[in-house]
């Protein structure tokens, strides 16, 4: 489309001359002009995004646009916070990946966004995403490092389009150092980070996490990290470029650990708990009559105290961080926990001062008053599960006011806003730059 105007442009100049109208180039620095959070002006042409639904939240993020091309659960976590909290989200994802089943349909990271079907290998595909990029605050992707900058979608090319843009790049190790480029896994960043290593069973074999930890914790850093750089922004006015890696997100939660071993190494006075099940028996899980568990966390001595006290073993008070004893009380606690089924020591252990908890699976977590009481827990209108949302803020609350998206669902309508014609997107759709559902 427009050949006779763009031919022997570069791409740059091209998306500059698509958006501005003009036959010749000039800076999109001189002509960005922001009229508010739903336009951008380009000399005398207007790209106008929908705000259906996003801009009445009053939420804290509201007129805040994310351009998201991350996929599976990482990026779309982060992305999904923003949303939750007003941000008008845009899901990038090429076509191929329609019917593709790595992971199940995650309604949380889905909701409150829309999605589009584009190929970035194509250059009318590079050509939308830069028309967004340009309307754009945030950009989030979470390719292996050195892809979006092969593609012609990296931090340099769209900071020329765009200077107050935040880009923001997650992945396994980084964008710099020997790991970087190297194939990665969550369990992989678990395991390098450190983390894995906390994590064995009563034989010191390494326990794999039932969660996908290191995506997202990395996911809740990148989200944090974006709104450091748009607090940032109000200040200087200029965006800039962020690198979030996984291993690094779960490194900085050894503190702790780091702490400890630290410790032990220097003060010949301090041992480091015996490894197993019994190193702390005033903080683990233990099962119940009927073959459930309850975590204990009794880590102060008034909380160890009063435990103690309710399992009729006085004479323990005094032992709790004694090494020596850690396995004849644990094997004591055991005994004890397996005499009654979970929910009669949940009416012994009733008082405010009492730190256990019951070990609740996903479907009773449905069920549970307390996670209902804080909106945390509930069912989309299909019947499937999903988490609230976590922060609670008092006067700017996040909501969700979208379903989950289907694949490709908002392709045409976001390409319908940024200025294409019904011929155009039919020229886009017929060879495989974008792909959307029948209506």
Not at 19 to 24: H, I, Q, R, V
């Amino acid at each position: 489309m427009h050949d006779h105007i763009l031919g022997g442009k570069s791409f740059v100049q091209r998306v500059a001359i698509l958006w501005s109208g003009k036959l010749a180039f000039s800076p999109l620095l001189d002509m960005l002009n922001r009229e508010g959070s739903g336009s951008v002006c380009i000399q005398e042409t207007h790209i106008v995004l929908s705000n259906v639904d996003d801009n009445q939240s009053g939420a804290s993020l509201d007129g805040v646009r994310v351009v998201d091309l991350s996929r599976l659960l990482p990026g779309p976590f982060c992305s999904g916070i923003l949303a939750d909290h007003g941000a008008s989200v845009t899901v990038i994802e090429a076509p191929r990946f329609r019917n593709d089943s790595v992971i199940v349909d995650v309604p949380m990271v889905q909701r409150n966004k829309r999605h589009m079907a584009v190929d970035l290998k194509h250059e009318a595909g590079r050509e939308i995403f830069m028309r967004l990029a340009a309307a754009a605050d945030v950009i989030l992707e979470a390719f292996r490092p050195g892809v979006v900058r092969d593609l012609g979608v990296d931090y340099d090319t769209v900071k020329v389009l765009n200077p107050r843009i935040i880009y923001c790049s997650l992945s396994g190790y980084g964008q710099y150092g020997p790991l970087a480029k190297k194939a990665v896994h969550d369990l992989n960043c678990v395991a390098y980070a450190g983390v894995l290593d906390l994590l064995r069973d009563s034989q010191g074999t390494p326990i794999e996490p039932g969660l996908p930890l290191a995506g997202l914790i990395g996911s809740l850093y990148a989200a944090i990290g974006i709104l450091l750089a748009l607090q940032a922004r109000n200040v200087t006015g200029a965006g800039q470029y962020i690198d979030v890696s996984m291993s690094d997100s779960l490194m900085s939660l050894l503190a702790l650990p780091l702490a400890e071993a630290h410790s032990a190494a220097t003060h010949a006075s301090t041992q480091a708990q015996p490894p197993g099940a019994h190193a702390r028996p005033y903080y683990r899980s233990y099962r119940t009559k009927d073959a459930r568990y309850l975590a204990v966390g009794a880590l102060e001595k008034h909380l160890w105290k009063q435990l103690c006290e309710k399992l009729n073993c006085p004479f323990y008070t005094d032992k709790q961080h004694d090494s020596e004893a850690a396995e004849e009380i644990a094997q004591y606690f055991e005994h004890a926990f397996a005499q009654r089924d979970l929910d009669e020591w949940l009416a012994v252990f009733s008082d405010a001062n009492d730190c256990v908890a019951p070990v609740l699976s996903g479907a009773e977590l449905l069920e549970d008053k307390h996670a209902a009481a804080r909106g945390m827990l509930y069912r989309t209108p299909s019947g499937a599960p999903q988490p609230g949302i976590a922060v609670k803020l008092g006067a700017t609350p996040g909501s969700v006011r979208r379903p989950g998206y289907r694949f490709g669902e908002h392709t045409k309508e976001i390409l319908v806003e940024l200025g294409y014609t019904e011929r155009e997107i039919a020229e886009l759709v017929a060879t495989g730059t974008v792909w959307a559902p029948a209506v």
